[in-house]
């Protein structure tokens, strides 16, 4: 299972410092409730699924399950 590292949440941390950019407009923006994009970025909340995992793929944190046409999709509970 593909594990957040402390360094890629610190390099996004960085990147919207950089950007000048707010954590919670970025949430309403995309449609992400703030409290849990703060608790993915801190790595409180692992992402293995749901908004926080949407978050994370959102965030390039990790990566989305693509399908044969290219277009992303969710993780369902028969995929492997």
Known sequence: ???IDAASLA???HQFYARGEGISGWAEANGFSAAMV???LNGRCKARRGQAHRIAVALGLKEA???SEGATRPISSGDA
Do not use: Q, R
């Open 11 to 13: 390099h996004v941390k």
């Open 1 to 3: 299972m593909e594990e």
């Open 65 to 67: 399950l693509a399908t």
């Open 38 to 40: 703060y608790s993915v």
